[in-house]
């Protein structure tokens, strides 16, 4: 049976390596390039099993895989994308499925684990069968059709699922993936209206699954990360509230941090003039606040900034953080304690967002004590207004003159300014009320009043003024550029801004008001929420929802040029000394290195890194372990599984028959899951467990999967344990070899690089080659009776008479086979019993023949079932032996000798037998 990888490319040097490294199943891998020029052409030529064939991008995927499949040669065809990689698992399994499908079976889907922000994480929400078969014979009716998404056609019979994953790395570039995004969106046929269609989705990124894992071998992907002298990644994040008032105190920030500020594709406000780089998000379509798309937008950040516990942003923000251990801080308007929590969705999101905020900034001193009202501590929050650009809203008579006489308003008029948002809580009718009472006592002034805004009491509030007859003193305008907003206040002689205060709302700062007083222009407010910190002896104040108090402050102060003269005065002093946004960003970036020094500090890291596994139940303890499994007796009647993990080997143990199967694991929430499917568990670390609650000689078998390289002594473990192996039980370990080659041409390339699984996971304490396991067991007191081992698929392809192999830059000569095997054996497979034990107490002298027919037939069924137990071979040899069967003798050791070349008794029993057939 042949099989053929058929990959596609197109400038992939980046990619491509990897997924050539992982074709060691392949007989032949057909690459079709579509016009590479960085080198992908080059790497694909430097693999023997790879054969290349140029043809042009045509914009036509489709046709570039069939032009793939009509130069495979396989019985079967595997698909491979330049930026995917096959799992280890897949790599390992592959051949052997191919070799028992049926029949009717003409393809198979597999499972996509596509990796977002490094090799640790992957995107949840797509991870399943993929649509489009991976595998699938090689027929004459089969090919490739459509432009993009494309399938192919022509496979006449079952396909079925398999359940193993290839590694995609598509994800995990964001640059990268945003090109794509951009390509993909030029492709009518594609679905993607735009770029951001494609790269902002719901992936739900979590830890990858243990068994996606690529094979040691597979180079690792090296993330294109900033280096230690780059400006930390700061992510504004407003939803749809961005507005360039309040971005204007980070603007000066950009040369010590790199600022990206994150909205919705809607925002409510003009956002066109703000000087940091946008990115908009869609929005979900029944909550306009929540962004579709954020955590993939922010996995790469360092800090994350956004604003109020209101937002569901904001809760959108702590997620990712307990994710990816962001540090986040919390921009605070909101100035009315407990505001909304009457709604029991609200209070929890609220809750959520104060504990896990990092740090608050509140606007004003309202702001600050709400939150401490609401259980946040005061060490945590820092006071810090928003401020304006001084240089831009400033006195500036000629601007006033030049929008006068724009709007058709003489030099001599007095004007009235509001701007905000036509609403009832900003006062509105208060103040066309008042203007009505003013006009009164101000009989031969002109007076027009500017109403810049709009909302949604703007219809009502023109009728109003209609109806009052005072409609020629006003002018409506409904939108003003922010970027020119400073001539409407520098045009004005007074500003009014008559807030009023509501059970949900009161006025959280008044920017206006700030703006207005920058511009020496005198201000009237009222005393509600955070205005009075805001205003202070700088403007006149009075009682919210009074408009006779408003009309007569009105009067006084266009009455009195003297007075407007003073306030505007001391205006543009409060805004120069307390709201300056060049002064404030200074204060804002302090914060910013204050918090990312603090997680520096506590150990805590603003990248991407693999959760501690008690955060996460992954697939590294959900492994059923079928090899361990064969390595078990039958006849089994009490199983101690050390490092159970979820316990699913002691599960089909039980299922078996096995009457008790104690589990004991390290991690407590594995415990709980573990108690569900084993008789009993014993929480703990089995270094530290000094005795377990069970007799001399109680169990059968003692399995040690995977655990002997995670202890600090593994010796001693092996000695503690061994009192509570029945004398004639076995004890069965799984132990990584170090010796691989794939460790090998690691350390060839100058690199020892930890993983999240295989021979060098991050955990692994001790490393072993096949003697340091020989010699660990027999110092701790038991004798090898099996060695099996996990092979890499490459060693099968090899040449039987290999003597020597190059990896990368080194050649090793001279090779025995059994050394030529154990460069590719990725674990080892143990079977020991106590040393001083007879392995066979059944007496051969003193048997009868049926007893020895009995044994011979015994063994035989268990060889059926397990024909790679060398203990039982070696037995049945022996058996053989003394019936005078010699070459059936000889085929059972010959049998052991071909698992394991070097296994000493087994040399010695042959040995014997061929001296017994030359004597005869």
Not at 846 to 858: C, G, H, V, Y
């Amino acid at each position: 049976m042949k099989i053929s990888v058929s990959m596609i490319a197109l400038n992939e040097a980046r990619h491509i390596k990897r997924a050539l490294s992982s074709c060691t199943f392949a007989d032949e891998i057909v690459v079709v390039d579509g016009g590479s020029t960085d080198g992908t052409i080059e790497i694909v030529r430097s693999f023997e099993k790879a054969r290349i064939i140029e043809h042009p991008w045509e914009g036509h995927f489709g046709k570039q895989r069939q032009i793939s499949l009509e130069h495979c040669q396989g019985d079967w065809v595997v698909r491979l994308d330049a930026d995917e990689v096959f799992s280890e698992e897949f790599e390992r399994g592959i051949r052997a499925l191919l070799e028992s499908t049926r029949p009717e079976v003409v393809g198979y889907r597999v499972r996509k684990c596509n990796l977002v922000g490094n090799e640790h994480f992957y995107a949840r929400n797509h991870d399943g069968f993929e649509d489009t078969p991976r595998i699938f014979r090689n027929l004459p009716g089969v090919r490739w059709v459509k432009h993009v998404h494309e399938i192919p056609v022509g496979l006449e019979g079952r396909i079925e699922d398999w359940d193993v994953y290839v590694v995609h790395y598509n994800i995990i570039d964001k640059e990268r993936f945003k090109k794509k995004g951009l390509f993909y969106s030029k492709i009518p046929e594609s679905g993607f209206e735009s770029p951001e269609d494609l790269y902002f989705r719901e992936y739900d990124i979590q830890p990858r699954p243990a068994r996606s894992r690529v094979s040691v071998h597979v180079p690792p992907f090296v993330v294109r990360d900033q280096d230690d002298s780059s400006s930390p990644r700061i992510a504004i994040i407003r939803g749809p509230n961005l507005n360039p008032w309040e971005m204007q105190n980070y603007e000066p920030l950009d040369k010590d941090f790199d600022i990206t500020a994150f909205t919705t594709r809607n925002p409510n406000f003009n956002i066109e003039e703000i000087m940091v780089p946008v990115v908009k998000l869609p929005s979900h379509p029944e909550n306009p606040a929540y962004m579709v798309g954020l955590e993939f937008a922010l996995f790469d950040s360092d800090l994350i900034y956004t604003a109020d516990t209101t937002w569901t942003f904001s809760y959108q923000a702590i997620l990712i953080k307990e994710k990816f251990n962001k540090p986040v801080v919390c921009l605070q308007w909101e100035n009315i304690p407990f505001a909304y929590e009457e709604y029991e969705q609200m209070r929890l999101m609220k809750k959520k967002v104060r504990e896990g905020a990092d740090f608050f900034i509140a606007v004003t001193e309202r702001a600050r004590e709400a939150l401490m009202l609401e259980g946040v501590s005061p060490e945590r929050i820092t006071v810090l207004p928003m401020g304006i650009n001084i240089n831009r809203f400033k006195p500036d008579r000629s601007a006033a003159l030049e929008l006068r006489e724009d709007l058709g308003i003489r030099p001599s008029e007095k004007v009235i300014l509001f701007i905000g948002r036509v609403v009832w809580e900003k006062g509105i009718y208060d103040l066309i009320y008042a203007v009505k009472l003013a006009l009164g006592d101000l009989k031969g002034s002109g007076i027009r009043v500017i109403i810049t805004g709009r909302g949604p009491e703007l219809q009502s509030v023109r009728e109003r003024v209609e109806e009052l007859g005072i409609s020629d003193r006003f002018v409506f305008i409904e939108s003003y550029p922010y970027h020119r907003i400073h001539q409407l206040f520098n045009m004005a002689d007074i500003f009014v801004l008559p807030s009023i205060s509501l059970r949900t709302w009161k006025e959280q700062l008044g920017m206006v008001l700030i703006e207005a007083m920058a511009c020496a222009t005198p201000v009237i407010s009222t005393l509600s929420g955070s205005i009075p910190e805001v205003v202070g002896d700088a403007g006149l104040l009075v009682q919210p929802n009074d408009p006779h108090c408003l009309a007569h402050a009105m009067v006084d102060l266009l009455k009195n040029e003297r007075m407007r003269l003073e306030l505007g005065r001391k205006g543009r002093e409060r805004v120069e000394s307390k709201f300056s946004a060049e002064k404030i960003s200074q204060k804002i970036g302090e914060v910013f290195n204050h918090v990312l020094k603090g997680y520096r500090r506590s150990g805590k890291n603003t990248v991407l890194e693999k959760p501690d596994p008690g955060d996460h139940v992954d697939d590294y303890y959900r492994q059923e372990r079928r090899d361990v499994e064969a390595l078990i007796p039958d006849q089994v009647g009490r199983v101690l599984d050390i490092g159970c993990g979820e316990g699913l080997l002691g599960k089909r143990l039980l299922e078996k028959g096995v009457r008790e199967v104690v589990g004991v694991e390290l991690v407590a929430h594995v415990c709980k899951k573990a108690e569900k499917n084993l008789s009993r568990v014993i929480c703990g670390d089995i270094e530290e467990i000094e005795e377990l609650p069970f007799e001399e000689g109680y169990f059968d078998c003692i399995v040690l999967a995977d655990v002997l390289e995670h202890l600090k002594d593994p010796l001693s473990v092996l000695r503690k344990i061994r009192k509570y192996l029945d004398p004639s039980g076995v004890i069965v370990a799984s132990i990584p070899n170090v010796r691989y080659l794939g460790v090998i041409r690691m350390l060839i390339n100058g690199q020892w690089r930890y993983e999240d699984a295989g021979i060098l996971d991050r955990t692994h304490l001790r490393f072993f080659a096949k003697r340091d396991i020989e010699d660990l067991f027999t110092n701790a007191g038991y004798v090898i009776t099996g060695l099996t081992s996990n092979i890499d698929p490459e060693y099968h392809s090899l040449d039987p008479d290999t003597r020597e192999i190059t990896i990368d830059r080194l050649t090793i000569k001279d090779l025995t086979p059994e050394d030529l095997k154990d460069l590719f054996v990725l674990q080892y497979l143990v079977r020991a019993r106590v040393s001083g034990v007879n392995l066979l107490t059944d007496d051969m002298e003193s048997a009868t023949k049926e007893d020895i027919l009995e044994m011979k037939r015994e063994i035989e069924s268990h060889l059926r079932g397990h024909p790679g137990d060398l203990e039982a071979l070696l037995k049945y040899a022996r058996i053989c032996l003394h019936s005078g069967e010699l070459d059936k003798a000889l085929e059972s050791l010959d049998t052991i000798l071909l698992f394991e070349p070097g296994h000493g008794r087994a040399k010695v029993l042959k040995k014997e037998i061929l001296q017994l057939n030359n004597a005869s």
